[in-house]
């Protein structure tokens, strides 16, 4: 039942002893990497003479916004640091006289001397290049080949600023938009928000919201993305080579923080589309001590609607977003954050309403223990969940169901010296799963019955610089997920029928799995301008989503890994090429990867998802492998950017009970996915962009033949997936107009362009007979060509 | 639940549609695989009639045109419990049909069907009868502005406690099939009063013959596949070929059935 997984990973551990045995070893496993961490480190220090410490924040000079992942170097020499998810830095030194180096992309580099004769907090400001005046030019060297030297495989970080240039559906400008027209990331369907990742299923990415994990991303039904990109400061999205931090999905993680408010000043800033419209305001809570900033955005598409048609009289069909966040410096070495989200969809007609919806909170504390040691913890919530709320006459019914979490975790960065960073943490998740619970005239359902589990990690890794050459990112990460009580566990036979049922108390740990993931990411530099770049990562994935259908949908059931469902295991490894040209204007990059995943969960044809309290009897279990070949050249400087992005790629599924057993292309299996995005800045006010995206058509079924049962056409089927939809390509244009631009306002006006050649690229193919009785192709085409409009504004 | 969501679902879909005046649907020219035909047998044996009436045909091509290739040569059995066979002939219109046959409830049958030398086989248990017990009605404003007022009706019935109940309800309005299909199992429900709606509306000078089908198991777990894979496009699911209870990669289903009907002049 549980594949090859379970005999190498897997402990069933319905006996005490065996439990505590396996557990134990492999905690004092854990113990003794991190121990020989710590020894290594110092080791290390002890070689060092009169060694002090140069530590602080990287900041934002015009709002005081922390920095991330920006580059603190030593003039003239190859060391350095970066600063990590909070803006900190810390660089151990001889003692000595040195120019050290501040530098991030979009940002002028400021040099600073520091005489290093004790321990220094510097807290750094830079300015961004588009505050700094004509005639000084700074080229940032440092931070421009970061992707050369960086022990980063298979990452993306997205410049959310310059994102917003990019054309889009309907002008909501959307950071996974802008990620799936970068390698190895592909849209879900035409218009969507949700993304494979590298073959990956959609629920295979780990999407993650000032840490808090968000279940559902998208709004109307996938069409936008729950991010309101005027909230966000960073997005970063690890394809592979996934550091040992993160753990709970198989194939990638997306980390999006947000923006901490402007510290200096109270400002506001917003846009106006057609059919959306956002505002943020944010300050200071006390001048450079905290801020606060709050972003709405909300949709009136069904209010435009109307005006077109009286069809959606009486329905509703609109989603919002808030985002909110303070944070206040306590002391020196202490501050914290509150961080919040809260979206919802509503879709109704006069006596039924269906709505969804995440919420998440996150509060954080940071604290610098001293120079070299950095500790955040955090506590988190973070729910999914969705409703049905039916009237007929005298009958109300009420339907719910959802994904709650709780999380508690801390993690340490430890700066022994400028050639170690050591990470190590803990995170504990409790998931309660609500199944759906049915609510008759406000009478509910007694015998609901949640599931409950625990997963938790425990990781240390070291980003280790062995030369000047050689640089290593490696770690090990070890989690463990518990099935907690009250449950009632259910034995079917073959024919779906419950023979045995087993009973569980309330906090039973009834079954647990436990997993060791090793995470390897190396580069090693072959010049200045190249390096080549290799990793390898495991990781388990504990929760599944069963989706409703082939488009996805707002009530796809998340469940846990429990004694029937084994955790899904992905194997990944990839290599790469980086070249920088040109004085850094090019940036070239190609990378191979292979992924194998065991252990994936489908189910069965016909099976119901919604509201089955059997589901567990209908699903089956699988296994797949993908592999690719990913080029992206980049252009970075001049009036023209952009890049070009091509993906080649295979992905393939097998399951016993699907195919007569043998390997099917999946539904993303998409040979080729090619991206073309140009920005052309025609002066500092007016610039216009454009993409084009040209991918294979899906995988797809379609019929081979078709017979009647009881007067009802019913297509033939034969192999899985062994059809194509017609392949994709879109042309969107886009047009920035600054209207205004002084320190007092800006304004300026966005129009874009949506598929501009009207393709019809097919969202689905559905097979029938017409009026006539002959059957048919007929092909649904959602967007053609699609104009917005959009003002934005900032005072 | 299925269909309300497909109704959301298109509510959405066109909604958005029609704001940017932007989807749109049209019949494509698309190159098919076609596959070597295979045997189709829809078998239903009802108990209110003593009858039982089985078509047999071949899977077409998709785009062929031409009415399904009926099999008039197939030699079919129906076997009971004690083992009596009794053959079931060919009639005028090409499908297969008996009367009057003794099917007894909860006795299990097997029918099988030899095409071209190969048999197909296929075994059900014949479904206890339940009572309608009557069918509720609720007065509706119009839908639109300026229709008319409609009656939603539901269909009550009291489950048979200790049985595994399959339900099928089958509505004619003025003699024509309406609604979506509909089935019910008792799984977690055993003798339950049961009250579940018909998904269209009647209207006033409408007759209607509410039917509450009794069916096997075999007939649920087929139209319930089959009702997924119905289900395709936006929303649907991942194709696949219903299975029925027939053996030997053959298509359809055998089943069994016995109705209570009530009729209304509205």
């Given at each position: ?255 999006i923080r947000m923006k901490n408010g402007n510290m200096r000043e ?530 | ?99 009057p046959i003794n099917l007894i409830e909860g006795e299990i049958y ?65 003699d024509t099939i309406v609604g979506p299909y509909a089935f019910y ?82």
């Amino acid at each position: 039942m549980y594949g090859n997984a379970s005999e190498l990973f897997v402990e069933s551990f319905h006996s005490s002893i065996t439990f505590n045995v396996v557990l134990t070893n492999k905690l004092n496993f854990m113990r003794k990497i991190f121990f020989i961490f710590l020894v290594a480190c110092s080791f290390i220090q002890l070689h060092a003479q009169e060694e002090y410490t140069l530590s602080g924040y990287l900041k934002d000079a015009s709002t005081g916004e922390e920095l991330l992942y920006a580059t603190v170097a030593v003039k003239g020499t190859t060391i350095g640091a970066n600063t990590n998810l909070y803006g900190f830095y810390s660089l151990t030194l001889p003692a000595g006289t040195y120019d050290i180096i501040y530098s991030y992309i979009g940002y002028q580099s400021k040099t600073e001397q520091v005489i290093l004769d004790k321990n220094i907090t510097l807290d750094v400001e830079i300015d961004t290049e588009a505050n700094q005046l004509d005639e000084i030019v700074v080229t940032a060297d440092a931070e421009e080949d970061e992707n050369i030297r960086n022990t980063e495989v298979s990452v993306v970080t997205l410049d959310v600023a310059k994102s917003t240039k990019i054309p889009v559906l309907l002008g909501e400008k959307d950071v996974f938009k802008t990620l799936q027209l970068l390698p190895g990331v592909a849209s879900n369907s035409e218009g969507g928000s949700g993304f494979f990742v590298r073959g990956g299923a959609t629920d295979q990415n780990l999407v993650l919201l000032d840490e808090a994990p968000v279940y559902n991303a998208s709004h109307l039904l996938g069409f936008f993305s729950v991010f309101n990109s005027d909230a966000l400061k960073d997005v970063k999205l690890y394809k592979g080579g996934i550091p040992a931090q993160y753990g709970g999905r198989a194939s990638s993680v997306m980390d999006i923080r947000m923006k901490n408010g402007n510290m200096r000043e109270w400002q506001a800033s917003g846009g106006i589309g057609l059919i959306s419209s956002r505002a943020t305001i944010e300050g200071p809570i006390v001048k450079d001590k905290g801020s606060i900033i709050v972003s709405g955005r909300r949709t009136y598409a069904d209010v435009v609607g109307r005006l077109f048609t009286d069809a959606l009289d009486g329905t509703s069909l609109f989603f919002y977003d808030l985002n909110a966040k303070a944070n206040y410096k306590v002391t020196d070495k202490d501050r914290i954050y509150i961080s919040s989200y809260f979206g919802r969809d509503a879709l109704g007609i006069e006596n039924f309403g269906f709505d969804w919806g995440n919420q998440t909170f996150t509060s954080r504390w940071n604290r610098t223990i001293n120079e070299k040691l950095f500790v955040n913890t955090s506590v988190i919530y973070s729910d999914y969940n969705y409703g049905f709320d039916i009237s007929a006459g005298e009958i109300e019914i009420d339907l719910s169901a959802g994904i709650f979490d709780y999380t508690l975790k801390q993690d340490f960065n430890y700066y022994p010296n400028p050639n170690n960073k050591v990470s190590f943490g803990w995170i504990s998740n409790l998931h309660r799963f609500k199944p759906v619970n049915f609510v008759f005239n406000n009478t509910e359902d007694d015998n609901i019955e949640f599931q409950n589990a625990l997963e938790s990690g425990l990781y240390a890794g070291n980003e280790q610089k062995i030369n000047s050459r050689l640089s290593l990112n490696y770690g090990l990460r070890f989690s463990i997920f518990n099935n907690i009580g009250p449950y009632t566990e259910k034995v079917y036979d073959d024919e779906n029928n419950v023979i045995e049922e087993t009973s569980y108390e309330e906090f039973d740990f009834y079954h647990t799995y436990t997993g060791l993931e090793p995470r390897l990411s190396s580069t090693y530099l072959l010049n200045e301008k190249s390096s080549i770049k290799f990793s390898y990562n495991r990781n388990f994935q504990y929760l599944q989503l069963l989706e409703n259908s082939n488009s996805g949908s707002p009530t796809d059931v998340w469940i846990p890994s429990s004694p029937f469902v084994a955790p899904t295991i992905a194997d990944q490894v990839a290599i790469g090429f980086f070249r920088n040209f040109n004085n850094n204007t090019y940036r070239f990059s190609t990378e191979l990867y292979y992924k194998t995943l065991q252990n994936t969960v489908d189910y069965e044809d016909g099976a119901e998802i919604f509201g089955n309290s059997d589901l567990e009897a209908e699903l089956i279990f699988g296994e797949g492998r993908a592999a690719g070949a990913e080029i992206l050249l980049e252009k970075t400087k001049g009036k023209l950017t952009g890049w070009v992005s091509y993906t080649l790629s295979r992905v393939r599924n097998r399951a016993d009970e699907i195919n007569n057993g043998d390997w099917y292309s999946a539904r993303q299996d998409r040979t080729h996915d090619l991206s073309i995005v140009a920005i052309y800045e025609l002066t500092p006010k007016i610039n216009f962009s454009g993409s084009w995206v040209y991918y294979t058509g899906d995988a797809v079924t379609f019929p081979a033949g078709k017979y009647f049962i009881d007067g009802t056409l019913v297509n033939l089927y034969t192999e899985r997936n062994a059809d194509r939809l017609p392949d994709y390509h879109r042309l969107d244009l886009g047009f920035t107009w600054i209207m205004k631009d002084s320190k007092k306002f800006y304004s300026d006006l966005n129009v874009s362009v949506y598929n501009a050649y009207n393709r019809k690229n097919a969202f689905t193919i559905t097979f029938d007979e017409n009026d006539a009785g002959q059957t048919e192709a007929t092909r649904l085409a959602l967007f053609g060509t699609i104009p917005s409009i959009t003002w934005n504004f900032r005072f | 639940m299925r269909t309300k969501m497909r109704y959301i679902y298109d509510i959405a879909i066109w909604g958005m549609g029609l704001m940017m005046l932007a989807s749109c649907e049209d019949v494509i020219d698309l190159e098919l695989d076609n596959t070597d035909p295979r045997v189709v047998v829809e078998a239903l044996a009802d108990i209110n009639t003593s009858s039982i009436s089985i078509n047999v045909t071949l899977t077409n091509d998709f785009y062929e045109q031409a009415a399904p290739n009926q099999v008039t040569d197939a030699e079919i059995t129906l076997k009971n419990e004690a083992g009596d066979e009794v053959n079931i002939p060919v009639n005028s219109e090409g499908s297969y049909s008996l009367s009057p046959i003794n099917l007894i409830e909860g006795e299990i049958y097997e029918l099988e069907v030899i095409v071209d030398g190969i048999s197909y086989t296929a075994e059900t248990t014949a479904p206890f009868k339940v009572p309608l017990l009557g069918i509720d009605t609720i007065l509706r404003p119009p839908f639109f502005q300026g229709g008319d007022p409609f009656i939603q009706s539901f269909y009550r019935w009291f489950d048979n406690e200790n049985q595994d109940n399959f339900y099928r309800l089958r509505t004619f309005v003025n003699d024509t099939i309406v609604g979506p299909y509909a089935f019910y199992s008792d799984n977690q429900l055993d003798g339950e009063l049961f009250v579940r709606p018909l998904m269209a509306p009647v209207f006033f000078g409408d007759t209607a013959r509410f039917q509450l089908i009794s069916i096997d198991k075999s007939t649920y777990d087929y139209f319930i596949e089959l009702q997924a894979v119905l289900n395709q496009g936006f929303g649907g699911t991942t194709p696949f070929n219903p299975k029925g209870n027939f053996d030997n990669n053959a298509l359809g289903y055998f089943g069994i059935s016995s109705y209570e009907e009530i009729e209304f002049q509205f």
